[in-house]
């Protein structure tokens, strides 16, 4: 097929991208127009075509060009395999949008497939803004496997769990993780290890074909501290100790390498694999995750990376 002429191709990219400001980021289209500094009848048009153009379902269906750049710069940089970016919204403080709708679609396009295959996830605000954004399907012949217990301090099951939201919207089978995410004692963390319920769940998330988790600060934002899984003094001994970012409960330094001993002896999570073999994508794009993504692409702690230009950018830099 014939390549569009530059002058196309750049129309379908301002196409794309007033699109996703108006169909994801949920701006009006008085907001489009200052945002790409164009009349709000340009705006207008900009978002008509990306319909009519089929740029616009629910999701992105347009390779932004400096999208397309900066996931090949961050290959080369991080030499990941899997690497998506999508457009950012300059004003909106989500952390979760376009982020969390890309990383569902990477999961679906897997999902396809009639080979059975094991998905392993963690929890936390992304895996759950990723699942909810799952399109229905039927795919018995797929599990989803936890990677991360489901069980809150105080005994109640985790506002975060994706697994079970995933299976339930893809009628495939489940194994979640009755734990906590961080035992309260080195020993309690090896008795509840040995149940043979938890030992299958763990042997099948080792197996996963693909895995999906989110990406954790270290300090007084991270959510370990934030949901009550460790307390004031042990994330300041975390950050004492270099500790710049956690994936699944397992915190690690600026470089990648795993923290040794702290919080880190009681973790109930599978543990990571250094480097990671199969597919283990990292979805985060909080700025306040900057040192724990670039650390876990540091340490080969994940392959794959769903981020949006400004993580992307910061990454780069």
């Not at 994801?24 to 709000?40: C, F, M, P, W």
């Not at 048009?45 to 379902?57: F, M």
């Not at 269906?61 to 090949?72: A, F, G, Q, V």
């Not at 956690?246 to 040794?260: K, R």
Request: glycine share 8%; proline share 5%; with cysteine.
């Amino acid at each position: 097929m014939a390549r569009k002429p530059d002058s196309e191709a750049d129309r379908l990219d301002d196409a794309a991208r007033a699109g996703w400001l108006y169909y994801i980021a949920g701006n009006t289209q008085d907001e489009i127009a200052r945002k790409l500094g164009v009349s709000r009848q340009t705006a207008q048009r900009l978002v008509s075509l990306s319909v009519s153009a089929k740029l616009i379902k629910v999701r992105l269906d347009h390779p932004i060009s400096h999208c397309l750049e900066l996931s090949e710069r961050l290959k080369a940089a991080y030499a990941v395999d899997i690497c998506e970016i999508v457009p950012s919204d300059p004003e909106s403080d989500s952390t979760t949008i376009g982020v969390a709708e890309a990383a569902a679609a990477e999961l679906e396009r897997h999902l396809e497939s009639q080979h059975p295959l094991i998905v392993a996830m963690g929890t936390g605000q992304m895996m759950r803004a990723m699942a909810e954004q799952m399109t229905p399907m039927d795919c018995p012949q797929h599990k989803v496997v936890s990677l991360v217990g489901n069980i809150a301090p105080d005994g109640s099951a985790t506002q975060f769990d994706a697994v079970s939201r995933v299976a339930d919207a893809v009628k495939a089978s489940h194994y979640p993780m009755p734990l906590p995410v961080i035992a309260t004692t080195a020993n309690e963390r090896a008795l509840l290890l040995a149940q043979q319920p938890l030992r299958n769940v763990t042997d099948l998330a080792r197996q996963a074909d693909i895995t999906f988790v989110g990406i954790g600060s270290i300090g007084e934002d991270a959510p370990l501290l934030r949901d009550g899984f460790v307390k004031h003094d042990e994330m300041r001994a975390l950050v004492k100790a270099g500790a710049g970012g956690e994936i699944i409960g397992w915190s690690y330094d600026g470089d990648g390498g795993l923290i040794e001993g702290l919080t880190n002896d009681r973790v109930l999570s599978v543990p990571l694999n250094q480097p990671a073999v199969k597919p283990v994508i990292g979805v985060a794009m909080a700025p306040s995750r900057l040192r724990a993504i670039r650390g876990a692409l540091r340490g080969k702690l994940i392959n794959g990376l769903i981020t949006n230009e400004a993580m992307a950018e910061r990454l780069l830099k």
